[in-house]
């Protein structure tokens, strides 16, 4: 006897198996624009900061050097020589954009400082909720301070939020978990402006991090958008920058935003260089006496 309901049966299954699946990808952030606050702009790399591994002409830069109060999320402990706590910064922000569940975002930082030993100066990036203005996840931190033991990043930033409640570790990972090394390539970088060329505390191996991949899968679907800081620490001398980039940055994309270009790298005489570290030398030391 034919079993009248069995064709029924197959249907349903194959209706079942032809139900579109949705596959996670790889973000893409090519179509979105940038929002700057304070100093920010667009740079290709050289022998101090290197082009990134995206291979593209351009990467984004944040600086200290130019830039302006009240620009970071977070709120810290004051543990340096500092008496302002953080004060200057820049940070940039991406328009929003839509995740699946699953959806993978991967972006590049690199962290230059001049600065360190008490004066802590500090980066990050993070995933913001679009709906709470809540930071959903962070992606990225550096703090100066801890140059000298290698700890450059994530440099114990998270750890130290005034509020304990708040989460302590990043939730990217970061050069797929391996150890995070330390450029020692100078400070010869014109987005830090004056204190390009010299360092803080020589102990504290200033200089570049070299680039750092920042993978993060997402929990749930969701409308998101990106924000890139960098902060100075106890007072305005000496610089600290973050250069970022990511597959598809595309130029035309931050023509929204009011870049501030590096300072000039005119080529000098030699005894004008000399005179002109040393003012600059002499001029930042005398705040920290």
């Given amino acids: 006897m034919i079993n009248k309901h069995f064709p029924l049966i197959v249907l349903g299954l194959s209706g079942a198996l032809l139900m579109p699946v949705v596959h996670a990808s790889t973000i893409s952030l090519s179509s979105n624009t940038w929002t700057a606050t304070g100093a920010v702009g667009l740079i290709s790399g050289d022998s101090t900061v290197q082009s990134s ?28 020589r500092g008496t302002e706590n953080q004060t200057n910064g820049s940070k940039i922000q991406s328009t929003v954009f ?20 008490g004066y802590d100066d500090y980066a990050w ?15 990225f931190t550096a703090r100066s301070t801890n ?13 130290r939020q005034l509020d304990k409640n708040l989460p302590d570790e990043l939730d ?39 680039w750092i991949k920042s993978d993060y899968a997402f929990n749930a679907a969701g409308s998101y958008f990106l924000e890139f800081g960098v902060i100075n620490w106890g007072d305005e001398a000496y610089d600290t920058a973050l250069a970022f980039d990511f597959e598809g940055l ?12 590096p300072t000039s790298a005119v080529p000098l005489p030699g005894s004008f260089v000399l005179l002109s570290v040393g003012l600059g030398l002499m001029r930042v030391m005398s705040r920290r006496d």
């Fill in 172 to 210: 990217a990972v970061l050069n797929d978990g391996n150890t995070i090394g330390f450029d020692l390539a100078g400070t010869h970088w014109s987005p830090l402006g004056d204190s390009r060329n010299i360092c803080w505390d020589g102990a504290n191996t200033c200089g570049p991090t070299g």
């Fill in 53 to 80: 591994p995206t291979g593209n002409a351009q990467f984004g830069y944040v600086s200290t050097s130019g830039g302006v109060y009240a620009v970071s999320p977070l709120a810290l402990r004051d543990e340096g």
């Fill in 147 to 159: 140059s000298a033991n290698g700890n450059v990043v994530p440099g114990n930033v998270l750890d």
């Fill in 125 to 139: 990036a993070r995933l913001v909720n679009a709906a709470s203005n809540n930071t959903a996840a962070w992606l």
């Fill in 250 to 261: 595309q130029i035309v994309n931050f023509s929204g935003v009011t870049l501030v270009p």
């Fill in 98 to 117: 839509n995740v699946n569940a699953n959806d993978t975002l991967r972006l590049h930082f690199n962290y230059l400082s001049t600065d360190g030993r």
